[in-house]
Nanobody, 117 residues
Framework: QLQLVESGGGLVQPGGSLRLSCATS????????TGWFRQAPGKEREAVAC????????NYADSVKGRFTISRGNAKDTVYLQMNSLKPEDTAVYYC??????????WGQGTQVTVSS
């Protein structure tokens, strides 16, 4: 059973940076496509960034391209989301997601990111 634990959220001023981490227990992520989603109050959950199981391919939502970077640690048990040039509209709960080769989805509990002056 794959467990995902996010960390790194917090309060940051506009233009600032945060790095989110998604750590696994019980397995590594080398067989999983992983990604970050976010959900702002009153809005639907949306995909932010994803990385393939091989870590060779990444994709980003248009709203974060050029500002956010998804990566996987060398130990293949942690996925990161580096967020730069943060904007108030990036405020949301950020969730880590992992999808197994057979399509089973796993979610973390979420971490709050607030961008405000």
């Amino acid at each position: 059973q794959l467990q995902l634990v996010e960390s790194g959220g917090g309060l940051v001023q506009p233009g600032g940076s945060l790095r989110l981490s998604c750590a696994t227990s019980g397995s590594t992520l080398e067989d999983y496509a992983t990604g970050w989603f976010r959900q702002a109050p009153g809005k639907e959950r949306e995909a932010v960034a994803c990385i393939s199981s091989s870590a060779r391919s990444t994709n980003y939502a248009d709203s974060v391209k050029g500002r956010f970077t998804i990566s996987r640690g060398n130990a293949k048990d942690t996925v990161y989301l580096q967020m730069n040039s943060l904007k108030p509209e990036d405020t949301a709960v950020y969730y880590c997601n992992a999808n197994s080769p057979i399509g089973r989805a796993y979610w973390g509990q979420g971490t709050q990111v607030t961008v405000s002056s």
